[in-house]
């Protein structure tokens, strides 16, 4: 599985992880929210980035697995993401050729893990910028399911 190779999904990506659950980062929400019932102030935000698949970059997501994966299966992610077209059938008709240059497939077994790669870095800079769950001294981080995010801004 892509997920173990160099450096792994950040902890904080629950959603298509082996051995994880979303439950998990809703139990990380509830215990946020129990925690926070003490100060009447709790900003809590939760973000499904719709269509998120459909907006990856290719150049972006290439360059992320290079530092990622082995070189042999650096280039059949490469080649599987080179110079992708596609044709639409309506009814009996099929449209011209057009190529795709952005975006992982839809419902391919690939898909989940090179998005979870491709913001694999959000989990941290949401860390650096103080936004995120902190349950008393303990920072819990702003939860990810896919393309669905929890965060807040306790400042």
């Avoid at 709790?42 to 980035?49: E, I, N």
């Avoid at 269509?51 to 970059?57: G, R, T």
């Avoid at 490469?78 to 497939?105: A, E, P």
């Avoid at 989990?123 to 902190?134: T, V």
Wanted: aromatic share 10%; with cysteine.
């Amino acid at each position: 599985m892509i997920d173990s190779y160099n450096t792994p999904i950040r902890w904080l990506q629950f959603g298509f992880t082996q051995g994880l659950s979303p439950i998990m980062a809703a139990l990380i929400v509830s215990d946020g929210i129990v925690h926070k019932q003490q100060n009447l102030n709790l900003f809590l935000a939760t973000l499904d980035s719709q269509k998120a698949f459909d907006v990856v970059h290719h150049m972006i997501l290439m360059e992320k697995l290079f530092y990622e994966l082995p070189p042999d299966i650096w280039r059949v992610v490469q080649d599987l993401y080179t110079n992708m077209s596609s044709k639409i059938k309506w009814n009996s008709h099929l449209s011209k050729q057009f190529s795709i240059k952005q975006g992982v497939r839809q419902g391919g077994v690939l898909s989940t893990h090179l998005y979870k790669l491709y913001i694999n870095e959000l989990p941290e800079e949401l860390e650096r910028r103080g936004l995120g769950l902190n349950i008393g001294l303990d920072y819990c981080g702003s939860p990810l399911c896919a393309d669905d995010i929890v965060f807040n801004d306790d400042r």
